[in-house]
């Protein structure tokens, strides 16, 4: 578990336990349900590093009631109370391969296709009765699965798991963790739309930074014209950004040493005054979650680096799918990017709208068979890129007027 993903758990508990409702002092009680279709050890690692992650985080859970729900099939639902150090230990999943062989003995598969399939039929209906039954007064309810019985058809968990959806229930799929209101807003046929937004220049604003870090690492070794690149290079990932350099400023220009220098004195500014957000940013994600608009990010950035900067800045929770310039081999203006983030949300190009800054980022939306949403940073749009354009915005508080006005 990664230190993005570790606070990503954190702060959802936080929320959880700081409910109206929630956690009073005293023996706090908890239920992990483990889903048995997951490999041993992947799931004796991701309980493990769930456990030892609440512990650092909180002397809460040092105090705690924790019911291990093994979901192994609808006929085999093993319930036991065990200390917070056997899940972290592995010890709670000893009986793992017998309880296996049970359910597939049950089953009658021979040896072979046993072999093939991990455990039996599951169902939510069955999940919800043995958490009602049982659990009804955890104040925490983590769910490690696979996806295919939860995460991936959201439809039925609203349906089945409603009573613990509500801030209470929190999903680990693998990497990729959710809360059970998250989940319920996800339903593409209640949403309003659905809304990707570019990153750099839309929601932080890190373009300005890193032109000035350019302009001042390329004087440190001669070159005092670098402007063309520098904004020709806006909404590119690095691999294209190499390219468009070498390509104006020819073969002998430095490029690692100056990206190198400009890395460090943006690093330097961001660390000295912060990662300013753009006006508007906080208040237009809030309106889209609450009229239950999909909200997802295409940004030209490693997708590592975006995960950092969003949780930093307190807003990761707001998407639901994160798209990172190493995922595509060529980026904006190229409609990859926004092609695959569209076909990770489950929706057409042409019913989705991307908020962009650059002229790439407009070419690239609009490429894709996007409705283009435009509030220009350091770039003003030309009369071609207006033309790519469902609307050119000053602000975010004017895209948020615009999207409320057009979905009466």
Known sequence: MNIVQQKQLKNMVERILHAPGGYAGGILEMALVCDYHIPQQELTEIAGEI?????????????????????????????ELAPMAYVQ????????????????????????????????PKSLQELTRQLKLFYARSKLIIVVTDGNYCVGNVKKVKEHLQPFLHRRMMFVQGVEMFTGTQLMMNLTQETKGTVIFDMDGVIFDTESIYAKGWMEAAKEYGYDDIKEAVLGAIGRNAADTRALFMELMGPEYPYDDVWNRAVVLAKESIARDGLPMMKGVRELLDYLQR???????????????VLEQLQDAGILDYFQIVVGGDMVEHSKPNPEIYLLACKEMGVKPEEAY??????????????????????????????????????????LFAVRDYLSEDVK
């Open 51 to 79: 456990v030892s992650t609440l512990k650092k985080h909180s002397e809460v859970f040092r105090n705690v009631r924790l019911n291990v729900i093994k979901w192994i099939d609808d006929s085999l639902i093993v319930k």
């Open 89 to 120: 230990m592995g010890s709670v999943f000893q009986d793992y391969f017998r309880l296996v062989e049970q359910t597939t003995d049950m089953l009658g598969l021979t040896k072979v296709a046993r072999d093939l399939v991990v455990t039996g």
């Open 291 to 305: 009229n239950n608009y999909r909200i997802g990010l295409a940004s030209s950035t490693r997708k590592g680096r």
């Open 354 to 395: 991307a908020i962009e800054d650059s002229p790439n980022g407009i070419r690239a939306a609009h490429g894709a068979g996007m409705k283009a949403l435009m509030v220009p940073d350091m770039i003003a749009p030309t009369e071609e890129i207006k033309g790519l354009c469902t609307g050119v915005f000053e602000n």
